[in-house]
């Protein structure tokens, strides 16, 4: 009989987006099970060969009642699945799945997918994320972290004692995403791919666009990505308006990327590594995006796309003329040596290789 995997995400949408082939390699040779929440993609991910039982997490919960409920749920999954070992990614999982495997002498594998505001800033929330951090990734026989800055600080509050790793974040599968002819014509195409929220640098995009557009017409500024919040209402204005285009959640990457001339990802969310970035490279686009953890690592700056502050529409705004002054074969120059990078440093190959060489030491 195979040995059990369990892997235990939030959500679903994100194990098979970003960890897929992963999943794939292990299904070929153990039984995987998923625990996660609900975000679509189950029978994509049954399909690769898992079991996957939907877990009651609420993503951005702290009622103290609900989240001891959320340990209670992830160990009687465990004592139920009797798996070999454990993966977890994300905050809560690594947090009270890393404690249910603990408790109940399971090896377990974390996977910092990004440190959230609730650890970055300092708050009483902060003091209680530390305490419980510590006790999620104590006994863990491997965490992973997808950027060095995330370890330093983690490693720095003593939030992590045992072995660690570094990964190229989720990496990027270089044959999906393959490098697109670089696009004819005197448009220039600015994309930004992303859920659209503030910290994701969209106030930054369009007031960018606002001020390149008055110098050059030809320039456009396109959005794609489910809104949230205000900006389920502002965007729609300024596509109105004419300052963007707004395309909603991108379906097809690959069509997006034909079209585009450049990524820009003004980000200062707190990342592990932005996938954004990794795929639009792979498919040989320039990206400019900001000097933020999860992002400046995917760019040499002036080489493959360039580096700006965070929230500084101006700098912004100055790379993003810089571009424009580019010829078209620079453009595309550019594009190809950010597919180099990625080829070189971010092939998921890479990380599914770490996985399975803990996951086999175990067994």
């Not at 690594?94 to 990004?114: E, R, W």
């Not at 932005?274 to 490279?281: K, Q």
């Not at 580096?307 to 810089?322: F, G, Q, W």
Request: proline letters at 4%; one cysteine or more.
């Amino acid at each position: 009989m195979k040995e059990t995997i369990l892997i235990v995400s939030n959500v679903t949408n994100g194990l098979f987006l970003f960890r897929r082939e992963l999943i794939e390699c292990l299904a070929g040779k153990y039984n995987v099970e998923i625990v996660a929440g609900d975000t679509g993609s189950v029978d994509a991910l049954k399909a690769l060969g898992c079991n996957v039982t939907l877990s009651p997490i609420e993503l951005h919960g702290t009622n103290p009642l609900k989240e001891l409920g959320l340990y209670r749920y992830y160990k009687k999954m465990i004592k139920k699945l009797k798996p070999a070992a454990v993966l977890t990614y994300t905050v809560k999982p690594n947090i009270y799945a890393g404690m249910a495997s603990a408790k109940l002498g399971v090896p377990y594998i974390a996977n910092i997918t990004g440190l959230g505001t609730a650890v970055e800033e300092k708050s009483a929330l902060r003091k209680v994320m530390f305490f419980l951090l510590r006790r999620g990734l104590r006994k863990a026989k491997k965490v992973f972290f997808q950027n060095e800055e995330n370890r330093d600080f983690m490693l720095g509050h003593k939030l992590v004692s045992g072995a660690w790793d570094l990964l190229p974040g989720s990496g990027v599968n270089l044959d999906r995403y393959s490098p697109l002819p670089y696009p004819e014509g005197d448009d220039i195409n600015f994309t930004f791919i992303s859920r659209v929220m503030k910290e994701k640098g969209i106030d930054q995009f369009v007031e960018t666009a606002r001020a390149v557009r008055e110098k050059h017409p030809e320039a456009r500024f396109h959005v794609y990505g489910k809104l949230s919040g205000e900006y389920n209402s502002i965007i729609p204005a300024l596509n109105d308006e004419g300052v963007i285009t707004y395309h909603g959640y991108a379906g097809d990457i690959a069509a997006v990327h034909a079209a585009s001339s450049c990524t820009v990802h003004p980000s200062y969310y707190p990342e592990g590594m932005s996938n954004v970035l990794l795929e639009s490279a792979a498919c040989a686009r320039p990206v400019i995006t900001t000097d933020r953890s999860g992002c400046r690592e995917t760019v040499d700056d002036g080489v493959t796309g360039y580096i700006v502050p965070v929230k500084d529409s101006r700098a912004l705004t100055e790379a993003v003329l810089e571009f424009i002054s580019l010829t078209r074969d620079e453009r595309r120059e550019m594009g190809l040596a950010g597919r180099a990078k990625v080829e070189k440093e971010f092939d998921r190959k890479i990380v599914i290789d770490k996985y399975l060489k803990e996951i086999e030491s175990e067994l």
